[in-house]
C-alpha cells in the first residue's frame, strides 16, 4: 500500500464489525480517535500528511461510521474499550502513540487506564472538566430524541442541532456568550455533521454522552502514561480545557499550547508527533 493512500477496512473483532482507515505501514504505529457524532472521515486529511512517518489507523467508534454498535447500551465509555483493545491487538499490536480529540480523547482516556502498557504516549485534544452542575445542565439538554417520526421533522431538528455544534457551545445556547465563530457555517458544512447524526440514527448519544459523563479531571489524574494536553487556542472547550489543567495532574501529564488557526494547529501537533516519535525510538534497546 502506498504511504499516502486512506484504505477503509471492516474487520469482524471482538463480535462486532469495526470499521478503520489506514495509511502509511511502514512507520511507528499511530491510532486516531475521533470526535462524536462524527466518524474516523474526519481524520483522512491528516492522515496524508501523517502517512510518510507514521503506521495510522483511525478508528470508527462502535455505534459510528461504519462500525457496528455494541449489542448493549453503554453503562460508561469504559465498554467501548475492549473491542477496540481486540482490534488494535489484531492489527497494529503494541506498544503505539494513542491521540484522541472530544469523544475520542476521553475514549483514549479509558483505553489508556485499562491498558497503560499498551501505549507509547496519550495525546489528549480538546480533552476537558466539566463542574457537576455544568455537566448536568449539558446532558439535560444536549442530546434530543431523533427518532424518526412520520412527519420527518426529526430531519429538521437534526439539521438544527447540527447548525446549532458549528456556532455554538452548548449548541443549545445560542446566544453571544456561547458563540464561538461569528460566521454562520454553510450549509455543506451543516449537511457533513448532519449525516453523521443520521447515519448514527436514534442511538446517536451513546457514547456522546458517555464521554460528558467520563469528562471528569479525576480521570485525567489516575493516568500513568506519558500523557500531552493539547491545549488548542481555538477550541469551543477551552474554558473546560483548562478547568483541567488548574487542577493537580499528575508529573507525566503536560500541556501544549496549540495556536488557534486550523493550519498552524494541525502542522504544531504534528511536529510534536514526530518529536514523540524520535524519541521513543532513542529510547528502543538496541540490539547486541
Request: glycine share 6%; aromatic share 8%.
Given at each position: ?141 444536549y442530546f434530543p430524541d431523533l427518532s424518526p417520526r412520520d412527519d420527518g421533522s426529526h430531519l429538521l431538528e ?131
Amino acid at each position: 500500500m502506498k504511504r499516502g493512500l486512506i484504505q477503509r477496512h471492516v474487520r469482524w473483532s471482538g463480535g462486532l464489525h469495526l470499521q478503520y482507515r489506514e495509511a502509511g505501514r511502514g512507520g511507528m504505529p499511530l491510532v486516531l480517535l475521533h470526535a462524536s457524532p462524527r466518524c474516523s472521515a474526519m481524520y483522512e486529511p491528516w492522515m496524508q500528511q501523517l502517512a510518510d512517518q507514521f503506521h495510522v489507523l483511525a478508528v470508527d467508534t462502535p455505534g459510528y461510521g461504519g462500525s457496528d454498535p455494541l449489542p448493549t447500551p453503554p453503562a460508561s465509555l469504559a465498554d467501548y474499550v475492549a473491542p477496540l483493545h481486540q482490534l488494535l491487538s489484531e492489527v497494529i499490536g503494541q506498544p503505539f502513540l494513542l491521540y484522541g480529540s472530544a469523544t475520542g480523547s476521553q475514549l483514549a482516556i479509558a483505553y489508556a487506564l485499562e491498558h497503560p502498557a499498551a501505549l507509547l504516549h496519550l495525546l489528549l485534544d480538546n480533552a476537558a472538566h466539566f463542574e457537576p452542575a455544568e455537566h448536568e445542565h449539558i446532558v439535560a439538554n444536549y442530546f434530543p430524541d431523533l427518532s424518526p417520526r412520520d412527519d420527518g421533522s426529526h430531519l429538521l431538528e437534526a439539521w438544527r442541532i447540527s447548525a446549532g455544534m458549528l456556532q455554538y457551545f452548548p449548541w443549545f445556547e445560542q446566544d453571544d456568550a456561547h458563540r464561538f465563530r461569528a460566521d454562520p457555517p454553510s450549509a455543506d458544512e451543516i449537511h457533513a455533521t448532519f449525516a453523521a447524526l443520521l447515519a448514527a440514527g436514534s442511538d446517536y448519544a451513546l457514547a456522546y454522552r458517555a464521554a460528558f459523563d467520563h469528562e471528569r479531571a479525576e480521570n485525567v489524574q489516575a493516568l500513568r502514561v506519558p500523557t500531552t494536553i493539547f491545549r488548542w487556542q481555538g477550541s469551543i472547550l477551552l474554558k473546560q480545557i483548562d478547568a483541567l489543567l488548574a487542577k493537580e495532574l499528575p508529573p507525566q501529564v503536560r500541556s501544549l499550547d496549540i495556536p488557534a488557526p486550523m493550519v498552524q494547529r494541525m502542522a504544531a501537533m504534528q511536529q510534536h508527533l514526530l518529536s514523540l516519535r524520535d524519541t521513543c525510538l532513542n529510547l528502543k534497546p538496541t540490539a547486541h
